[in-house]
């Protein structure tokens, strides 16, 4: 019925929005997003210190990090294993600052706007 429809759409953009409210507030994102500038910065351009270098990237090439490799370990690995060297606690508060990403990342969020 058009009631149920709305309703499991409204829950649809809730899931997003909470998904988008995470990624903004989220300090486990925000320090994974920082050394992953700062490990691309030392790949690229060889500095360590933040005054040279890129001030940002693109989120979409966070993804190339899995293929990128230095010997057995991807970047991706090499990130999360250092994350965990500072904080054995980090991967956990990760995962649960993050609760609805999984769940907006599946979503067909152009056909949801096409149906609202």
């Known amino acids: 019925s058009h009631m149920l429809m709305h309703a499991g759409m409204l829950q649809r953009c809730a899931t997003l929005r909470s998904a988008a409210e ?3 507030s989220s ?13 691309g910065n030392f790949i ?3 500095v360590q210190d933040g005054s040279k270098g890129a001030r940002a990237f693109d989120l979409a090439s966070l993804g190339s990090l899995a293929c990128f490799k ?4 991807s970047t991706l690995h090499f990130l999360c294993l250092t994350m965990w060297s500072e904080d054995v606690g980090f991967l956990q508060g990760f995962k649960t600052s993050l609760q609805h990403i999984h769940d907006a990342a599946r979503e067909n969020v152009p056909m ?5």
């Not at 300090?27 to 490990?39: G, I, P, W």
């Open 112 to 116: 949801l706007q096409g149906s609202i």
């Open 70 to 73: 230095t010997g057995a370990v």
């Open 22 to 24: 995470e990624a903004r």
């Open 27 to 39: 300090t486990q994102f925000r320090e994974l997003l920082n050394l992953a500038l700062r490990v």
């Open 44 to 46: 690229n351009h060889g």
